[in-house]
């Protein structure tokens, strides 16, 4: 390989190529100057232009006899060359280039590139977007519904004692999703009600109805929003857990090891995580709602001038054992929603880093989006049955 002068890149001859056509439709290619990597090198592309409007063009050949340093930069602009002089079937001649210049190119082409390794810089338009999305939603459908339905064998299978997973595995995630996550929830918990709160006491004190932020702040706590709060709080943090966790098994190779010994990753490691959602997310809403209730209170008593027996047994009379029920069926509901998002997204993770990465985003995100559905639904049936 030649080596580049001491002097600064900007003294040296600027790179230039040119281009003669011999006989048979042979092109010689002929570079002079200095070719480094932080020099403005000629484009590829236009070469490749000028190689296209040559009629009948058979072969390619390199001249670099007036080179006076080259780099990376140089073979970059060969390969390019190359490549297309393949793809069209124009032969190569690779004997007039520098022998350190050959040795890296023979060293890129010794590994062909794998097949849609190189980025596309084609944009989808919009509405071509929106229908490969819902294509693709449509298409993994199937996946989704037989994946919930082999979680639900699972589940009968623990039923019947006969699941295969470690006890002590589903206590350690019991304690990751419930004891590890209380001083999230309860920060969250306490703000929220405290919002609520002040902005009810900011409109009911117009009417002298002080008292009955304690029935605002109750109601939407027990009913919706403790169990809100919680399946979002645990979507971002036990949900995402649960699609890494499970998505660099996946790149290891250590679920398809499972399988190999005969045992079911649907039993040993999907089963125990959906057990701990479904049990802690219930007690850990009732914690919410209590601690979303303080927060309440404290706006009550100090900016309302409610008195603490005033505000609870506001709070008691108002909540009542079907609103609690209410709350408890939302949060079991979510709590399922969680597990199997979380879940799927890790078993459907790809062999790269990167598809962890993707696959904890699109966990959350699916996570999200159906607790909030389900909230909807929930409540609109509710009311229909006067719950």
Sequence with gaps: MREVPESKPQELDPPQVDLSVGTNAEVTLQFSGGWCIDAPLPLTEDMQQRLADIAGLQAVAFDSGALTAWDSGLVAYLAGIIRWCTERGVRVERAGLPEGARALLKLAFAVPERSGARREEKRERFLERIGNESIDLVESTGEIMGFIGESVLALR??????????????????????ADALPIVSLV??????????????QLAQFGASIYVANLVGLAMVIQMGALITAIVLAGRTGAAFAAQLGTMQ???????????????MEFLVLPRMVALMLMTPLLAIYANLMGILGGALVAMTAGGLTSTEYFGQIQDAVGLNHVTQGLINATAYGVIIAVSGCLRGMQCGRSAASVGLATTS??????????IAAAVLTVLFNAVGF
Excluded: C, H
């Design 157 to 178: 299978q623990l039923l019947a004692r006969k699941a295969r997973f470690r006890p002590a595995d589903m206590w350690l995630i019991i304690q990751e999703v419930g």
């Design 189 to 202: 918990s306490f703000l929220v009600g405290l919002i609520l709160a002040y902005i009810a006491q900011q």
């Design 251 to 265: 790149v290891n190779e250590e679920i398809d090891a499972l399988r190999t010994l005969g045992i079911s990753p």
């Design 363 to 372: 966990a959350v995100v699916t996570a999200i989006v159906f607790i909030v």
